[in-house]
């Protein structure tokens, strides 16, 4: 799956909804996979207490590693040559979000076909939680 | 150097899938269409963070027989130092972003080589003085051949900013 460069128009966006009720569990999980332990992230009582903070948070790196869902679902993993966020509010357990992909540019370089995009991803109150950029590699159509 | 190896191996990416909720055949199935669009199963885009996993320096991975910061009898098994400032261990994640040569995929076993970028300061109303540091980290293969950089952002407040707000 590469996407032509033909099918896509400046300005046109995808939306996803990564998480409709982040779970506690989910956020562990992500803890296992990646080797982040850091305890903010699973330990309530740590966090509460010694860090100072309402509850547990997910890390910034599954939100932007959900993110990454409407990039790749619409232009393929395989084709991704950049994904840059900036992590602007903190995502908790119970957040909805939901991520919108917009082609901002279309360009050649170096006999490649390539896509700019702007990337953000809100919560339930509409709060961007993650923004950002994306180059993707499209077919010489 | 930073991570000596990092082995690319097929459940470690679908166990990183499931984790980022992301169904993808791509990262799981060798047989679906997406998987052989790309050639063979390849990882999510921000899988090298898992390279953690393999790190023996790794801050957030608890050790045998250490003390851990995180709770057990008590709120934390190892309060936080003076230098650690508003109690964050580590600071918080700012930005993060990737340069791709090519998809990380199974069989890969990567190395990794860090290097510090800027350090600055900002004040702000809520976490006092915001101490930021990068720190570029590129993962290379059995060949010596880049396969990604990866560039991060943290900070750490001075003061806790969920303090008064």
Redesign the interface.
């Known amino acids: 799956m590469t996407v032509a460069p033909s099918s896509l128009t400046i300005g046109e966006t995808r939306t996803k909804v990564l998480f409709d009720d982040l779970s506690r569990t989910q956020i562990v999980m992500y803890a296992g996979a990646s080797g982040d332990y850091n305890p903010l992230h699973s330990d309530e009582r740590y966090t509460k207490e010694v860090a100072g903070f309402p509850s547990i948070f997910a890390h910034g790196m599954l939100s932007m590693g959900a993110t990454g869902r409407v990039i790749t679902d619409w232009f393929g993993a395989q084709n991704v040559r950049s994904y840059g966020v900036r992590f602007v509010n903190q995502v908790w357990p119970g957040d909805k979000l939901e991520a919108t992909v917009t082609v901002t540019e279309l360009r050649e370089e170096e006999c490649q076909q390539l896509a700019e995009l702007s990337v953000t991803t809100v919560n339930q109150d509409g709060a961007p939680v993650v923004t950002g950029t994306a180059t993707v590699l499209l077919s010489n159509d | 150097m930073a991570l000596e190896a990092f082995p690319v191996e097929a459940t470690?990416i679908m166990?990183?899938a499931?984790?980022?909720?992301?169904p993808?055949p791509?990262?799981v199935d060798p047989t679906s269409?997406?998987a052989i669009?790309?050639?063979g199963i390849?990882?999510?885009?921000?899988f090298p963070?898992?390279?953690?996993?393999?790190?023996p320096a790794?801050p957030?991975?608890?050790k045998a027989g250490e003390p851990?910061?995180?709770?057990g009898r008590e709120?934390?098994g190892r309060?936080?130092k003076e230098s650690d400032g508003?109690?964050?261990?580590?600071g918080?994640?700012?930005?993060?972003?990737?340069?791709?040569v090519t998809?990380l995929r199974p069989g890969m076993v990567l190395h990794a080589v860090r290097r510090e970028g800027e350090t600055w300061t900002k004040e702000s109303r809520r976490g006092g003085t915001l101490t930021f540091s990068e720190m570029y980290t590129d993962y290379l293969d059995e060949n010596d051949e880049l396969v990604v950089t990866a560039?991060m952002l943290s900070v750490i407040p001075s003061v806790?900013p969920?303090?008064g707000s």
């Open positions: 470690h166990m990183f499931r984790a980022i909720g992301d993808n791509a990262y269409d997406e669009a790309a050639g390849v990882a999510p885009p921000t963070m898992a390279g953690m996993q393999f790190e790794n957030f991975l608890p851990w910061f995180g709770s709120a934390t309060p936080p508003s109690g964050v261990q580590g918080l994640h700012a930005e993060q972003s990737f340069t791709y998809p560039r806790n969920t303090e």
